[in-house]
């Protein structure tokens, strides 16, 4: 399971301080991820065992219609979302 603090250091380690963060934890160790960098969000949403959904600058009506792009680790998900913000 990735633990809040686990995806803290992974985003700090990818972004360094360029970038505002929040977590959601929910009760199954989902973790719901928001990076802003300047004008621009990325969500990131998932677990270790079933892998991390992404958009960049989703839309309002974007919110649960789910993520086109996919990654099977969290790390992998931060390297694209952080090639789009940067």
Not at 11 to 34: Q, R, Y
Not at 57 to 62: I, L, M, Q, S, W
Not at 72 to 80: H, I, M, P
């Amino acid at each position: 399971m990735t633990t809040e603090q686990e995806a803290r250091d992974a985003i700090h380690h990818a972004f360094g301080e360029t970038a505002h963060v929040d977590i959601e934890t929910f009760p199954a160790g989902n973790l719901s991820i928001t990076i802003t960098r300047g004008k621009h969000a990325a969500t990131i949403d998932g677990h270790p065992e079933s892998g991390w959904g992404w958009t960049v600058d989703p839309g309002e009506d974007d919110g649960f219609s789910g993520h086109e792009n996919v990654a099977t680790t969290l790390d992998e998900a931060l390297v694209n979302v952080r090639a789009a913000l940067i």
